[in-house]
């Protein structure tokens, strides 16, 4: 038996591949053919003889099958990729069922793997199927199709792949050509759709072909039902379980008609004859009982060449059941009936297969010119249910509780648009946290236009009741699942969200405007600028301070770059409140400089004699603007930092100027600036530029020097020693940081250290050392020093760093053990030849474990020194 191209789905359609390859079945298991292979004669069709060798395949028609031999045949071309596969191909002759022949000839890639790039490379079969011409028309064989089979290809879900179907009759067989598709399926059931049959009469492939793809023993295994005629039309659901999702065929393509909800409109297949096979495919839900299936059959207008079924089947996954309809529906008006299932099936998948049709003999019969299209029609299927009758709010009650009666409650309505997603909303708040969860997965599948004022609702009540608790420094609570959901469902709708968040922003309370302001920030930044400069002005505090953030966040996002352009320009920035234009140009941030008029709306608030509030926080602006080349900017900040009268603001403008770097000799002139606070500042400023590569002035040593000398301020003397050591290193900046070593301050003697390491000073390592062994001094600054001597490849410590470093097993108390640490860390960048054996006693299991994963580190650490 053939293996289904859809591996993914083999358990379930092992059953149905019997049928869709009966051909195999039918045919045996042929061994190689080497002789040839003679189909005599039929009436009106001549003999055919086909031989296989290995580099081809040679075909020849005779009149008579006695003189027939492949012998001077047409020679049949083959893909380069066949050819090494005809060693194990074999000739199957078929007969139709008027008596005519053809040859099907099939290659096995399997057997023998074909090239990488070839198609059916290591599984499926290449066929042929090759027929003689009728009598009189022609002498050459036909070739009817040729391709591979069983071999799939398209994306995961989408995958196709072509076969070829023998369909055994009463008389003969009938072969079709068509596609098996992992998306149109008899719920599970492997499909031929898009089928071809080999037209005897013609010795061609029509198109159109209708076939039964259900397995017959399947069949035969089908329950039976029949249908009972309802004397009134019953009344529609308030909620549709069934979506058609695939059709073998529909007439227009308009499948979803079956179960629309409207009587008037009607699936009709698509193929000729009676539609035998032909199928739709429903989703359903599986939590949601079915009881029975409502069937109108013909539509109040009728269709042209509409027929109705005399049985049917119903499938699912795993059940089958032959309905049977007791008249023709389409002479009975209305044409409605019910079909009551034995007990109630839960299925995600129920398909409606034809079977045989009440239609005219003959109707559609393609050996029959005049007969007329038959088009076998079902106008609507309707899912019986033990909901049925009940009106939305009920349904949304239901919901309580969350068991297996809510869930499948749950699936109806999530399946039944907006009308119940409204419902779902109108009921919500009477139900319980269980019901709640349900409702949310219900409102997710509306639209957005629907959604989005709910979950906004949620977002601003959610935040505001979390308010208060976050307002009392309060443990942190469990997430709000409603808060989290809110959330995730105004992202998903993206924009559409905008006009209510905006909203919020505008009238709701502090944390629900704060709420609202990151979500329109994050899904709408174009709309949240204005948004959020129209709400800045009235906020304060806490709330102004992440309104502003939301602002910086829209504002970075390319996005909203033409609605930024629009509001710095002057007349519209002017048109604002000024705090709302220095927080425009705040929020903007780095991106200041590129915003085209940026500049102009920074120097029409940049003033010397502006009020302090603007003076400092233009500071951050400027800084950007300066980065950014714009020669105004800088030498405002410039002034800011050398002349303006208040610390505060030259406290800002050194705190900003770091990342300007034609501003470090200003930076430099403001470390002895006479507010303390402005000299920390300036001094931190120019650490990080030494940090960054920015190249300081000639004398920055010597001025940094005097301040660790002489200033009176502990955080100063830190902040130069801190400098000097992210500097490269100089002869006055080292003695500097020798002379510190002396210094009353642990944190500065620390910092000094810490600076020649940095500087890997060894012309002062005996200054270092004795910092290093004074048991007097600091164990942090003692820890400090040992840190440096390892940068300084000190190999004459290494004995005193062993001696600390296994102390630090059993320790007497915290000196030990961080002089312990410091001393691994210094051993692990000498890394002494012996390393492993003086730090063996630490791997020990009885070391305490973070010492012995310190060890660890120190031994698995790339050396830092030449040995």
Not at 442 to 448: E, F, M
Not at 685 to 699: D, E, I, N, T, Y
Request: glycine share 8%.
């Amino acid at each position: 038996m053939s293996r289904s191209p859809f591996r993914s789905r083999r358990p379930r359609i092992g059953a149905a591949v019997g049928v869709i390859a009966a051909s195999s079945t039918l045919l045996g298991n042929a061994a190689a053919q080497v002789a040839p292979v003679v189909l005599p004669p039929a009436a009106g069709q001549q003999a055919l003889a086909v031989r296989i060798d290995p580099g081809g395949i040679t075909a020849r028609a005779c009149p008579a099958a006695a003189a027939c031999a492949p012998d001077g045949g047409k020679v049949l071309a083959v893909p380069s990729e066949v050819a090494p596969l005809l060693g194990s191909a074999r000739v199957v002759p078929i007969t139709l069922a008027d008596g005519k022949r053809l040859a099907k000839i099939e290659a096995p890639a399997a057997d023998k793997p074909a090239p990488a790039s070839a198609p059916g490379a290591g599984s499926g079969s290449w066929a042929m199927l090759i027929a003689a011409p009728l009598a009189g028309k022609g002498a050459e064989p036909i070739v009817l199709w040729s391709g591979w089979t069983g071999v799939a290809t398209g994306e995961h879900g989408e995958g196709r792949s072509d076969a070829v179907v023998v369909e055994p009759l009463g008389s003969g067989s009938r072969v079709l050509v068509g596609q098996l598709r992992e998306d149109v399926t008899i719920c599970g059931r492997p499909a031929l759709v898009g089928a071809s049959e080999v037209d005897p009469r013609t010795m061609t492939l029509l198109k159109g072909a209708s076939f039964q793809n259900l397995p017959a023993e399947e069949r035969r295994a089908a329950g039976k039902l029949a249908a009972e005629r309802r004397e009134a039309d019953a009344a529609a659901p308030a909620f549709r379980l069934l979506r058609p999702t695939a059709a073998s065929s529909a007439v227009g393509k308009r499948f979803a008609e079956i179960a629309d909800g409207d009587p008037k409109t009607a699936w009709s297949e698509g193929k000729a004859g009676a539609g035998r096979g032909e199928f739709v495919s429903f989703s359903s839900a599986d939590e949601v009982g079915i009881t029975g299936l409502g069937l109108r059959i013909k539509p109040p207008d009728g269709v042209e060449g509409g027929a109705a079924p005399r049985t049917l089947f119903v499938a699912t996954p795993d059940r089958l059941f032959q309905v049977s309809l007791p008249e023709d529906a389409w002479l009975k008006e209305p044409a409605g009936y019910e079909v009551k299932l034995p007990e109630e099936i839960r299925a995600s998948c129920l398909a409606v297969v034809l079977d045989e049709a009440y239609v005219p003999r003959g109707a559609g019969d393609r050996g029959a010119p005049s007969a007329p299209e038959v088009r076998v029609t079902i106008a609507e299927v309707t899912a019986r249910t033990a909901f049925d009758g009940q009106a939305p709010a009920a349904l949304v009650g239901a919901l309580a509780g969350g068991g297996e009666r809510s869930r499948a409650a749950a699936a109806l309505l999530a399946r039944s648009g907006p009308e119940a997603a409204l419902a779902a909303i109108a009921g919500y708040d009477k139900l319980d946290a269980a019901g709640r969860q349900l409702a949310r997965g219900v409102i997710d599948t509306a639209p957005c236009a629907v959604q989005i004022p709910f979950f906004t609702a949620r977002l601003a009540s959610g935040a505001s009741a979390a308010a208060p608790r976050r307002a009392a420094r309060a443990a942190a609570p469990e997430p709000d699942p409603e808060l989290h959901h809110a959330r995730d469902r105004i992202r998903r709708c993206g924009r559409a969200a905008a006009p209510a968040l905006a909203e919020i922003v505008k009238a709701g309370g502090a944390a629900a405007k704060v709420a609202a302001a990151r979500e329109l920030a994050l899904v709408a930044p174009a709309e949240a600028i204005p948004a959020l400069l129209d709400a800045l002005p009235g906020a304060r505090g806490a709330t102004r301070r992440d309104l502003r953030a939301a602002l910086a966040l829209a504002a970075r996002s390319e996005r909203a770059a033409p609605v930024v352009e629009e509001e710095v320009q002057i007349d519209r920035l002017r048109a604002r409140p000024e705090d709302a234009q220095l927080d425009l140009l705040r929020a903007l941030g780095p991106s200041l400089g590129r915003v085209k008029g940026g500049s102009a709306a920074f120097q029409a608030l940049a003033s010397a004699s502006a009020p302090f509030a603007r003076r400092y926080l233009l500071q951050a602006p400027a800084a950007a603007l300066a980065r950014a080349g714009e020669a105004p900017a800088e030498a405002y900040l410039r002034a800011s930092l050398r002349k303006d009268a208040d610390p505060h603001v030259r406290l800002r403008a050194a705190e900003v100027a770091a990342e300007v770097p034609a501003l470090v000799p200003d930076l430099l002139a403001a470390a002895s600036d006479p507010d303390v606070r402005v000299r920390e500042a300036a001094i931190v400023a120019l650490s990080r530029a030494a940090s960054a590569g920015a190249r300081l002035p000639a004398g920055a040593a010597e001025a940094l020097a005097a301040r660790l000398a002489s200033d009176p301020w502990t955080f100063v003397r830190g902040g130069a020693a801190l400098a000097i050591g992210a500097m490269p290193a100089t002869p006055a900046g080292d003695r500097a940081l020798v002379g510190a070593l002396a210094d009353r301050s642990p944190e500065v003697r620390g910092h000094a250290l810490d600076g020649l390491g940095a500087h890997r000073a060894t012309a002062h390592i005996e200054a270092v050392r004795d910092r290093a062994e004074d048991k007097e001094e600091d164990v942090e600054v003692r820890a400090r020093a040992i840190l440096a001597l390892g940068a300084m490849c000190d190999t004459s410590s290494v004995d005193l760093w062993t001696r600390l470093a296994l102390r630090a097993k059993a320790p007497i108390g915290e000196r030990d053990q961080r002089l312990g640490s410091a001393a691994l860390a210094a051993l692990g960048a000498v890394h002494p030849a012996d390393l492993p054996a003086r730090l063996k006693p630490l791997l020990d299991k009885d070391t305490p474990h973070g010492l012995r994963e310190t060890a660890r580190a120190a031994l698995s650490a790339a050396p830092q020194c030449r040995r």
